[in-house]
């Protein structure tokens, strides 16, 4: 009850402060000039364990002239009881993220320090992503230095940092340097490299290096990347000095453009190029997932999660306007293993065929029949190894307009489940009702039911509901409270996944930024 009680004080003290933070300019305060708030709470009862998680992170930046400093202030009381989203951080308070930064300079041609904390991205994330989501837990920021210049159209950056495993220990070091040009708008390049350093020094370093065109002409958009890893334990060990490189990853993307039509293709091909910490717990690279990500409940139920040490394939997908209220999507994406000539199988000294871990077609249809009517009929196909099943879903979502500031929005899903390792058949079916008063307010009614047959003549059916709630209060803060059960299941983003356990109790969350 002590926690409750504590957690309790700390809701009420963000709710009431928050309008007044908000409203510090129709009320003729002044907000301190360079100085940045951002507060993020997220607080959670789950009746059915029991379980009470609190989580408070609050941001304060300031700038001066050529000089910005900051920092992150996170409070758990308690946390968040899985491993990998607490990280050691057990009913934690305290500063874990905090930076000086200097620009020297302009804004092309200068110079940027950065000392403490910090996140980075070298190209599409093929050799070094440095990033926080808090919706999947991911943060693995770096802890150093990082130093990028400019001058002529050249980025030059430089940089050594170490980050966070598991249990919260900053134990491997990392160095990283990239050069980038960007004088000359129909072709840029760029190199990256990046090494780290484990803590034990019997393992030897890898390195992750590439070389990547971004040619942009007339209506189409072109990014190629090529990334070789080097490591010489398993050079010498597994290849006895006849390879020179142990892993090669190639990402290619293609955008073209021509009147009512767009295009897009992608393909990929990682093998053996996971970059991570000794204990493997960190992964410093996030190459493109290649895959897709649906903006709807069911389709996103069964995910394949991002593998870069053992993928390869491609997703092409079309927009089409057939008219100023008509619009037509569609998109194909597969996924698969490597070859036995992987470098991947050679270093697992592994001889596995070929699989197909993912393979999704996804079509949309958009018909604006009036300012008062949208309808959107979808259709998602998808067959996935991670859970082996394979998943039809349609979607039907109108939309009601009632003037410019009132809007009605209602979703059907359906699903139809077939789990190849059992053979059993199941139905998901997901109603979204949901209003709206822009900007200031919103509720949404969210019921499933899930219909199972596992003897004949037997019918079992499970059901989950919840409403959920939005206000924004003021200018700058916003506040949602959900309440009801929630099935479990994945979030995904950019093909990285947290699972989440199922749920029955009451959500809020708070977010204010200044």
């Not at 306007?321 to 194909?332: I, R, W």
């Not at 393979?359 to 009517?373: A, C, M, P, R």
Request: contains cysteine.
């Amino acid at each position: 009850m002590k926690k409750i009680f504590y957690s309790l004080i700390l809701i009420i003290f963000f709710i009431i402060t928050s309008p007044l933070l908000a409203q510090t300019e129709s009320s003729g305060l002044t907000w301190p000039q360079g100085l940045g708030f951002a507060n993020r709470l997220e607080y959670s009862y789950n009746v059915e364990d029991e379980t009470e998680i609190l989580e408070n992170w609050l941001n304060l930046d300031y700038s001066f002239g050529m000089f910005s400093a900051g920092l992150r202030f996170e409070v758990f009381q308690p946390n968040d009881p899985d491993p990998s989203i607490s990280r050691g951080k057990e009913n934690y308070a305290g500063i874990d993220f905090k930076y000086f930064k200097a620009d020297i300079g302009e804004r092309n041609e200068g110079l940027e320090i950065i000392g403490g904390n910090y996140y980075t991205l070298f190209g599409r994330g093929m050799v070094l992503k440095s990033y926080e989501d808090r919706a999947i837990r991911i943060d693995n920021n770096l802890l150093g230095l990082k130093v990028a210049g400019k001058y002529a159209g050249f980025v030059l950056t430089g940089l050594s940092g170490s980050a966070a495993n598991a249990n919260n220990e900053r134990l491997d070091i990392i160095h990283a340097a990239d050069l980038e040009y960007r004088g000359w708008k129909p072709l840029k390049a760029g190199l990256s490299v990046a090494s780290n350093l484990p803590a034990s020094n019997d393992a030897a370093r890898t390195t992750l290096a590439s070389l990547r065109l971004l040619p942009s002409f007339w209506d189409i958009d072109i990014y190629g990347e090529y990334t070789a890893k080097f490591n010489e334990d398993i050079k010498q060990n597994i290849f006895n000095g006849s390879e020179s490189i142990v892993g090669q990853g190639i990402y290619g993307n293609l955008n073209f453009y021509f009147g009512s039509l767009s295009l897009l293709g992608e393909y990929k091909y990682y093998d053996n190029i996971a970059f991570t910490s000794q204990d493997g717990t960190i992964f410093y690279n996030t190459p493109p997932s290649v895959r897709l990500e649906y903006t709807y409940v069911l389709p996103n139920r069964h995910p394949s999660p991002l593998n870069q040490a053992n993928e390869q394939g491609f997703q092409i997908a079309a927009g089409y306007d057939l008219s100023e209220d008509t619009y037509l999507t569609g998109a194909y994406t597969q996924t698969k293993s490597l070859p036995s000539s992987s470098y991947y199988q050679k270093v697992n000294q592994i001889n596995i065929p070929i699989s197909t871990q993912l393979e999704e077609i996804y079509v949309t249809g958009q018909q604006d029949w009036s300012e008062s009517l949208t309808t959107i009929l979808a259709f998602a196909y998808n067959e996935e190894l991670a859970t082996n099943t394979k998943n039809i879903t349609p979607i039907l979502e109108s939309r009601f307009y009632l003037g410019e500031v009132n809007t009605i929005k209602v979703v059907l899903e359906h699903q139809h489940v077939t789990d190849r390792s059992t053979t059993e058949e199941y139905y998901s079916d997901v109603l979204n009702i949901e209003y709206l008063r822009s900007p200031s307010f919103s509720i949404a009614v969210v019921a499933e039911v899930q219909t199972k047959e596992p003897e004949p003549d037997r019918t079992v059916r499970k059901f989950w509901g919840f409403v959920q709630a939005g206000y924004k209060i003021g200018r700058h803060s916003d506040i949602s409270l959900l309440v009801g059960t929630r099935q479990a299941g994945n979030i995904c983003i950019g093909g990285v996944c947290r699972y989440e356990p199922a749920f029955q109790g009451v959500e809020l969350k708070l977010l204010t930024r200044l």
